[in-house]
């Protein structure tokens, strides 16, 4: 099977764009691939952040993913820092590419014009993005369109290090997933529902109570002419609320659209498919906050496993660029 390496980092709440755009994927992606998941801690470093914060959203973003679906029993689930290896392979990242590459990066440009520190670790922070992939010889990375940048540099990484020192990473593929929902935000449908650019009463979390939903996806953007299709470009909110719907209940906003007529029963309907989505995951969840002793214990596991493979593209890499080894 081909490995498969995706990333989410431990900022914001996880929210219902991430579910059914991203996280559908990740579970299918464990029953068809060797799949590995990070929760990226280190990449949350870059911008300030409260240490017992971080600390509370890393583990409970784990215990969300394993209420999603996500199985260590099928997957390699951990957490970013409990692999060493991570950051010892960044710093050869980084003397792999150049200042004019991560100059170039669209992330860092929208990042540091909304903040007033802007550190290093922002500015060369694709370079541990390559490291996070190219320890575990991924041969597919699934992210959408915008994250293709990120890509093709480890990919020119991956190339430049081989043609310096020899054959030593896997060469990864960009792929875009299977289409996953585009989940616009509720009051804002012209642009994503955003962790970085939260919109209130726009965003619905995963962990939202059923009466906010509602009250969200009643208040959504619609528009005037009453009619039901699906066509983003002229019926922005109409065809997001398709999406949600068609999403959450495995059918194509296309033939959702023509069970409807009213703008009202769209809303009641997308909200109960929400809610019905929500409250399973939910409920998983809070068995899961029961005991995180457990979650660590299985956090950990991942971690080993992990590491298995981590340390020897590191030992590899090591050698082939000339290090002493011990």
């Keep these: 099977m081909a490995r498969v390496f995706s990333g989410i980092q431990p900022s914001g709440d996880l929210h219902l764009g991430n579910l059914l755009g991203a996280l559908v994927n990740w579970v299918n992606h464990q029953e068809e691939?060797?799949?590995?998941?990070?929760?990226?801690?280190?990449?949350?470093?870059?911008?300030?952040?409260?240490?017992?914060?971080?600390?509370?959203?890393?583990?409970?973003?784990?215990?969300?993913?394993?209420?999603?679906?996500?199985?260590?029993?099928?997957?390699t689930l951990f957490v970013q820092s409990h692999v060493p290896e991570h950051s010892q392979l960044a710093w050869l990242m980084e003397c792999t590419v150049s200042y004019g590459e991560l100059s170039r990066m669209t992330a860092f440009k929208d990042k540091s014009d909304r903040s007033e520190f802007i550190s290093?670790?922002?500015?060369?922070?694709?370079?541990?993005?390559?490291?996070?992939?190219?320890?575990?010889?991924?041969?597919?990375?699934?992210v959408g369109d915008d994250q293709r940048q990120h890509i093709e540099i480890t990919r020119d990484i991956a190339e430049r290090f081989n043609h310096r020192f020899g054959e030593t990473?896997?060469?990864?593929?960009?792929?875009?997933?299977?289409?996953?929902?585009?989940?616009?935000?509720?009051?804002?449908?012209?642009?994503?529902?955003?962790?970085?650019?939260?919109?209130?009463?726009?965003?619905?979390?995963?962990?939202?109570?059923?009466d906010s939903v509602r009250k969200k996806i009643k208040r959504a953007v619609t528009d005037s002419d009453g009619e039901i299709r699906f066509d983003f470009e002229?019926?922005?909110?109409?065809?997001?609320?398709?999406?949600?719907?068609?999403?959450?209940?495995?059918?194509s906003p296309e033939e959702v659209a023509k069970s409807f007529e009213r703008y009202g029963d769209l809303k009641s309907a997308a909200a109960d498919a929400v809610v019905d989505l929500l409250l399973p995951i939910q409920e998983r969840y809070a068995?899961?906050?029961?005991?995180?002793?457990?979650?660590?214990?299985?956090?950990?596991?991942?971690?080993?496993?992990?590491?298995?493979?981590?340390?020897?593209?590191?030992?590899?890499?090591?050698?082939?660029?000339?290090?002493?080894?011990?």
């Design 33 to 75: 691939h060797e799949a590995v998941y990070c929760i990226v801690d280190l990449h949350a470093l870059t911008l300030p952040k409260d240490p017992e914060e971080l600390r509370s959203s890393t583990l409970e973003l784990a215990q969300l993913l394993m209420a999603v679906g996500l199985d260590p029993d099928k997957c």
């Design 120 to 142: 290093a670790g922002l500015f060369t922070y694709p370079a541990l993005q390559a490291a996070d992939i190219l320890l575990y010889d991924t041969d597919l990375v699934p």
């Design 169 to 210: 990473f896997v060469v990864p593929e960009h792929v875009i997933p299977p289409a996953g929902a585009r989940i616009m935000d509720l009051q804002h449908p012209e642009r994503k529902m955003s962790k970085s650019q939260h919109s209130v009463n726009g965003t619905i979390n995963v962990l939202e109570n059923p």
């Design 234 to 251: 002229s019926k922005a909110g109409v065809s997001n609320l398709l999406s949600i719907l068609g999403a959450a209940k495995g059918d």
């Design 287 to 326: 068995d899961l906050q029961s005991d995180p002793a457990e979650t660590r214990r299985l956090l950990q596991a991942g971690a080993e496993k992990a590491q298995e493979v981590a340390s020897r593209t590191l030992t590899r890499a090591q050698q082939n660029c000339g290090l002493l080894q011990a």
